[in-house]
């Protein structure tokens, strides 16, 4: 695969606003843990190889297991998870897939369970922060494996 074009390099603007929102999702308090694997979720719903490969090696650099990364895509079939993080998964999997269906009342209130307003606010800004990446990287096809960790990652 061939990268059709650096977007970062074409649209500095552009990629600095959406950095900008990925620096208030890493500052708002929700747990690093937890936005990586919102992140990869996300991305392997959409099917982004790049954003994978990042947030995995960010997720494990922050500690995260390969047996509840391995497992992320069947979570609701495993007990790696905390309710809290299942609350996040569930949120993530149906604001990706947004066109398939509404988000439910019935969802909505299970995960105002586990988070505060500020905290479903930001989670939510996270997952619209990632699904623009993935969308970026898959236009323009960013190439999986070339990302090198930073601290400023998104």
Request: hydrophobic share 40%.
């Amino acid at each position: 695969m061939e990268q059709r074009m650096d977007f970062y390099q074409v649209s500095p603007q552009g990629t600095a606003a959406m950095r900008g929102l990925e620096k208030h999702v890493r500052e708002c308090g929700l747990e690093r843990s937890l936005l990586e694997l919102v992140k990869t979720r996300a991305s392997q719903i959409n099917g982004c190889a790049y954003c994978i490969d990042m947030h995995t090696k960010d997720a494990r650099a922050a500690g995260e297991t390969e047996q509840r990364l391995y497992a992320l895509h069947v979570w609701r079939e495993t007990p790696f998870y905390s309710d809290r993080e299942r609350a996040a998964l569930e949120w993530t999997e149906s604001l990706t897939r947004i066109t398939e269906n509404e988000v439910p009342d019935e969802l909505y209130q299970r995960v105002k369970a586990h988070f505060s307003d500020v905290e479903l606010a930001n989670l939510t800004l996270a997952i619209v922060a990632i699904n623009g990446w993935n969308r970026l990287a898959i236009a323009f096809r960013a190439v999986p494996g070339s990302y090198q960790r930073k601290s400023a990652a998104h």
